[in-house]
Nanobody, 135 residues
Protein backbone atom coordinates (compact mmCIF):
# COMPACT_ATOMS: atom_id res chain seq x y z
CA UNK A 1 0.00 0.00 0.00
CA UNK A 2 1.42 3.37 -1.04
CA UNK A 3 1.50 5.94 1.75
CA UNK A 4 2.49 9.60 1.52
CA UNK A 5 3.04 11.71 4.63
CA UNK A 6 3.79 15.42 4.38
CA UNK A 7 5.49 17.61 6.95
CA UNK A 8 7.15 21.00 7.22
CA UNK A 9 4.22 23.33 6.84
CA UNK A 10 3.75 26.32 9.11
CA UNK A 11 3.35 30.05 9.32
CA UNK A 12 5.83 32.42 7.71
CA UNK A 13 5.96 36.09 6.86
CA UNK A 14 5.82 37.32 3.30
CA UNK A 15 9.26 36.96 1.73
CA UNK A 16 10.17 34.06 4.00
CA UNK A 17 11.01 30.44 3.23
CA UNK A 18 9.78 26.97 4.11
CA UNK A 19 10.83 23.47 3.11
CA UNK A 20 8.20 20.77 2.88
CA UNK A 21 8.93 17.05 3.02
CA UNK A 22 6.92 14.04 1.97
CA UNK A 23 7.79 10.49 2.99
CA UNK A 24 6.58 7.97 0.44
CA UNK A 25 6.50 4.29 1.35
CA UNK A 26 5.19 1.16 -0.27
CA UNK A 27 5.77 2.33 -3.84
CA UNK A 28 6.68 -0.76 -5.83
CA UNK A 29 6.90 0.53 -9.41
CA UNK A 30 10.15 1.20 -11.19
CA UNK A 31 9.27 4.70 -12.36
CA UNK A 32 7.10 7.50 -11.02
CA UNK A 33 5.89 11.01 -11.47
CA UNK A 34 5.50 12.84 -8.17
CA UNK A 35 4.14 16.25 -7.47
CA UNK A 36 3.37 18.98 -5.01
CA UNK A 37 -0.14 20.29 -5.36
CA UNK A 38 -1.81 23.02 -3.35
CA UNK A 39 -5.36 23.97 -2.60
CA UNK A 40 -6.97 26.97 -1.01
CA UNK A 41 -10.17 26.14 0.79
CA UNK A 42 -13.10 26.50 -1.57
CA UNK A 43 -10.95 26.64 -4.69
CA UNK A 44 -9.64 24.10 -7.15
CA UNK A 45 -6.35 22.33 -6.67
CA UNK A 46 -3.31 23.75 -8.46
CA UNK A 47 -0.27 21.77 -9.49
CA UNK A 48 2.91 23.40 -8.20
CA UNK A 49 5.81 21.19 -9.32
CA UNK A 50 6.52 17.68 -10.54
CA UNK A 51 9.52 15.40 -10.60
CA UNK A 52 10.08 12.05 -12.26
CA UNK A 53 12.18 9.17 -11.09
CA UNK A 54 15.12 10.23 -13.27
CA UNK A 55 15.04 13.74 -11.79
CA UNK A 56 13.46 15.87 -14.51
CA UNK A 57 11.30 18.64 -13.07
CA UNK A 58 8.44 20.86 -14.16
CA UNK A 59 7.06 23.95 -12.45
CA UNK A 60 3.91 25.98 -12.70
CA UNK A 61 4.64 29.49 -13.97
CA UNK A 62 3.40 30.95 -10.69
CA UNK A 63 6.29 29.42 -8.72
CA UNK A 64 9.15 29.29 -11.22
CA UNK A 65 12.33 30.74 -9.80
CA UNK A 66 11.00 30.61 -6.22
CA UNK A 67 10.21 26.93 -5.55
CA UNK A 68 12.47 23.89 -5.99
CA UNK A 69 11.30 20.30 -6.02
CA UNK A 70 13.77 17.53 -5.24
CA UNK A 71 13.81 13.93 -4.09
CA UNK A 72 15.80 11.20 -2.48
CA UNK A 73 14.91 7.62 -3.35
CA UNK A 74 16.23 4.26 -2.24
CA UNK A 75 17.49 2.06 -5.05
CA UNK A 76 14.30 0.00 -5.19
CA UNK A 77 11.98 3.02 -4.67
CA UNK A 78 10.69 1.39 -1.51
CA UNK A 79 11.36 4.63 0.33
CA UNK A 80 11.22 8.02 -1.33
CA UNK A 81 11.44 11.45 0.21
CA UNK A 82 10.04 14.32 -1.79
CA UNK A 83 10.93 17.92 -0.95
CA UNK A 84 9.62 21.33 -1.87
CA UNK A 85 11.82 24.27 -1.00
CA UNK A 86 9.80 27.48 -1.13
CA UNK A 87 11.49 30.87 -1.15
CA UNK A 88 10.13 34.41 -1.29
CA UNK A 89 6.72 33.20 -0.18
CA UNK A 90 3.81 35.48 -0.92
CA UNK A 91 0.29 35.59 0.50
CA UNK A 92 -1.04 33.91 -2.62
CA UNK A 93 1.14 30.89 -1.83
CA UNK A 94 -0.83 30.19 1.35
CA UNK A 95 -2.66 26.88 0.94
CA UNK A 96 -2.81 23.25 1.96
CA UNK A 97 0.07 21.53 0.22
CA UNK A 98 -0.24 17.90 -0.83
CA UNK A 99 2.27 15.51 -2.26
CA UNK A 100 0.96 13.12 -4.86
CA UNK A 101 2.29 10.29 -6.98
CA UNK A 102 1.44 8.26 -10.02
CA UNK A 103 3.02 5.56 -12.10
CA UNK A 104 4.94 6.70 -15.16
CA UNK A 105 8.29 7.78 -16.51
CA UNK A 106 7.23 11.29 -17.44
CA UNK A 107 5.21 14.13 -15.95
CA UNK A 108 4.71 15.97 -19.23
CA UNK A 109 1.11 14.74 -19.48
CA UNK A 110 0.31 17.05 -16.56
CA UNK A 111 1.85 20.18 -18.06
CA UNK A 112 -0.22 22.70 -20.01
CA UNK A 113 2.26 24.46 -22.28
CA UNK A 114 -0.25 27.18 -23.19
CA UNK A 115 -0.70 28.62 -19.72
CA UNK A 116 2.14 27.03 -17.75
CA UNK A 117 -0.07 25.16 -15.33
CA UNK A 118 0.16 21.64 -13.99
CA UNK A 119 -2.65 19.13 -13.72
CA UNK A 120 -3.65 17.36 -10.54
CA UNK A 121 -5.02 13.96 -11.56
CA UNK A 122 -2.72 11.75 -9.51
CA UNK A 123 -3.53 8.35 -8.10
CA UNK A 124 -1.87 8.55 -4.69
CA UNK A 125 -2.18 11.42 -2.23
CA UNK A 126 -0.98 12.48 1.18
CA UNK A 127 -3.09 14.22 3.81
CA UNK A 128 -1.54 17.63 3.30
CA UNK A 129 0.39 20.20 5.30
CA UNK A 130 -0.79 23.76 5.80
CA UNK A 131 1.26 26.77 4.74
CA UNK A 132 0.24 30.19 6.02
CA UNK A 133 1.81 33.43 4.80
CA UNK A 134 1.25 36.71 6.57
CA UNK A 135 2.16 40.17 5.40
Amino acid sequence: QVQLVESGGGAVQSGGSLKLSCLVSGYSYRTYCMAWIRQVSGKERDGVATIVSDGDTLYANSVKGRFTISQFASQDNANITLYLEMNNLQREDAAMYYCAADVGSTCWRYYNEYDGTLGTEFGYWGQGTQVTVSS
